[in-house]
């Protein structure tokens, strides 16, 4: 399967070390042969027809910083002049979401479609601003549109609701879809302020480098319209949701909650509206879950409710989700 690769950050070199690790396992087991053609990053490209060395590309990654140093060939080319003279099957996008205009990879994403690629995408930006017409356009082009680390990385949130509840008709759902916050709320829990929990978050990784992502609940909130739109069948965009993130959260707020046998969380919500802000969860709640997890419940008609819990980001958790993608579109692609 011919690949294209959008953005070389932590995700997208830990699905290249998939590959690498689990080359013979994929080939036997599923028919699988990953055959990476082109990759771009911030500062240039790599292009190879018959396929990269993906051992090479991750060592240059670590020694210069960007993989235009693979070769002095096509390494200045951008990314849709690639996607437009580059054959691939496949494009995997894992550039930084961008939830004012989504690009660059509205772009990337568009032009793979309209030139027949299927594509897979960890870059909630395009879906939270578009999920509409973006699956309309894979229609249109008969092309396979897959996204499963864009909710939850490597806890299979979508597929489980999707497949796992198949003939049932799930009526709302709620959770936790935001491991930063989680963490923040449940160290203000132990008693540190909120700057603290936030500097601790921080030292630890887990912050973006755009903080307001986090913090103003946008992240949880592309996350909720892509849930909203896959399982419920809305036509939801991220101007829809109503949201509230977790800056205004006092140490007086955190203390009520522990008077009510509760803690305060950051809930995305899909009942009669669609919602992101702190609420109070018992504790005996299976959404009450602490650190950087990820946990949402879904109620359906007649199985009641069941709940999902996992890690939520994370290179290698998000790359295995790519993975699976792959996988279904392998699947697909032999049926047909």
């Known amino acids: 399967m011919r690949i294209i690769l959008c953005g ?5 070199q830990s699905l290249i070390k998939l590959f690498e690790s689990r080359e013979e396992e994929l080939y036997s087991k599923y028919g699988l042969k990953p055959r990476v053609l ?7 490209s790599a292009i ?9 590309l991750i060592q240059v990654k670590e020694k210069f910083g960007t993989v235009k140093n693979y070769s002095e060939k096509n390494n200045s080319m951008k990314g849709n002049e690639i996607l437009k003279n580059v054959e691939a099957d496949v494009l995997i996008e894992t550039t930084a979401s961008n939830y004012k205009d989504a690009e660059p990879g509205m772009t990337h994403i568009t032009t793979a479609m309209k030139k027949g690629m299927h594509v897979i995408s960890v870059n909630k930006g395009p879906l939270a601003l578009a999920f509409p017409s973006l699956m309309e356009l894979a229609t249109y082009n008969q092309v396979m549109f897959k996204f499963s680390g864009t909710v939850g990385g490597g806890t299979p949130i979508l597929d489980y609701a999707k497949n796992s509840l198949r003939g049932e008709k799930i009526t ?36 973006e480098a755009d903080e307001s992502l986090d913090l103003d609940g946008l992240d949880a909130a592309a996350k909720l319209v892509i849930l909203a739109n ?6 939801v965009t991220m101007p829809d949701i109503k949201c509230v993130g977790i800056r205004k959260v006092t140490i007086e707020d955190i203390r009520k909650a522990e008077t009510n046998n509760s803690v305060l969380k950051l809930i995305a919500s899909c009942d ?3 919602m992101v802000s702190p609420k109070e969860v018992p504790k005996d709640d299976p959404l009450g879950v602490n650190g950087t997890l990820n946990a949402i419940a879904f109620t359906s008609e007649h199985s009641g409710t069941q709940t999902i819990i996992g890690k939520g980001a994370g290179g ?3 790359a295995s989700s790519i993975l699976r993608d792959l996988l279904d579109i392998r699947q697909e692609i032999a049926k047909n």
């Open 172 to 207: 709302s759902f709620a959770g936790i879809l935001n491991g930063t916050t989680n963490y923040i709320l449940s160290n203000m829990a132990t008693g540190l302020s909120f700057d603290d929990a936030l500097k601790d978050a921080q030292d630890r990784g887990y912050v």
């Open 230 to 235: 896959w399982i419920m069948g809305m036509k």
């Open 316 to 318: 290698t958790e998000t």
């Open 272 to 274: 009669k509206e669609l």
């Open 38 to 44: 082109a990759v771009f990053d911030s500062k240039g």
């Open 48 to 56: 190879d027809q018959s396929g990269l060395n993906l051992e090479k």
């Open 8 to 12: 070389f950050g932590v995700v997208a």
